[in-house]
């Protein structure tokens, strides 16, 4: 049977609070993700991912290995997997980080068969968080080559467009990046406060800052 990630009888893992700040601060990365793919001839792909589609219909998925594991983004979804240890997944739709038991990333269309288990054993030892540990350490050399790229306001003039902001871009690197190192001694964050009438759920990552309306 697999246990809820965070459950009483597991004090060893992150607070329930904190585990929830790391979903919202991958909420917001998906975000700029998205702007990343509109921007420059399209920076993801300038970075070296790969870009294809599942289906004629459905939006482009971005693919790149690195350090021999593979990271994979969709607008629903993004991790790191490896042929070896179990990967980490990010859901946006479910609001979650699983474990991942396979090998190849997963069909961002089709997680109905996925191999994905929230962790039985939630301690620092756990391959979850291993390779959470790698997505975090991976996302801030992606972040470091961006503002190398395109100048370190690039982040700063994109967030006060973020349907629903959570820290600013370097205070959220900086809490991304140690609780992927120390999961278990993150302190709480100092949050943005949500304005009266912000959008809850954030829309598809194709968000642009110039026109702020959901792109089919």
């Known amino acids: 049977m697999i246990a809820p990630l965070h459950s009483r009888g597991a004090p060893s893992v992150p607070p329930l609070k904190i585990y929830r700040y790391f979903l919202r601060g991958m909420e917001q990365q998906m975000w700029f993700f998205g702007q990343d793919a509109r921007h420059g001839g399209n920076l993801l792909r300038r970075y070296g991912f790969e870009s294809f589609r599942s289906s004629q219909q459905g939006s482009s998925r971005y693919r790149i290995a690195w350090r021999g594991a593979v990271v994979e983004m969709h607008s629903f979804c993004a991790g790191l997997y490896r042929a070896d240890a179990p990967g980490f997944l990010y859901i946006r739709g479910r609001s979650g980080a699983f474990r991942y038991q396979g090998s190849q990333?997963?069909?961002?269309?089709c997680f109905c068969h996925a191999p994905i288990e929230i962790p039985e054993h939630t301690d620092a030892c756990d391959p979850f968080f291993a390779a959470l540990g790698l997505f975090t350490q991976w996302l801030e050399e992606y972040e470091a080559w961006l503002e190398n790229l395109v100048g370190p306001t690039y982040r700063a003039r994109l967030f006060p467009h973020c349907?629903?902001?959570w820290l600013p871009p370097?205070?959220?690197?900086r809490w991304l990046g140690r609780f992927g190192e120390e999961p278990l001694a993150t302190?709480?964050?100092n949050r943005q406060r949500r304005e009266r009438g912000q959008r809850r759920t954030l829309p598809h990552w194709r968000f642009s800052p110039t026109n702020p309306q959901t792109t089919p």
Do not use: K
């Open 163 to 165: 349907p629903l902001p």
């Open 187 to 189: 302190p709480v964050p």
């Open 105 to 109: 990333p997963p069909d961002p269309e």
């Open 170 to 173: 370097e205070q959220a690197r």
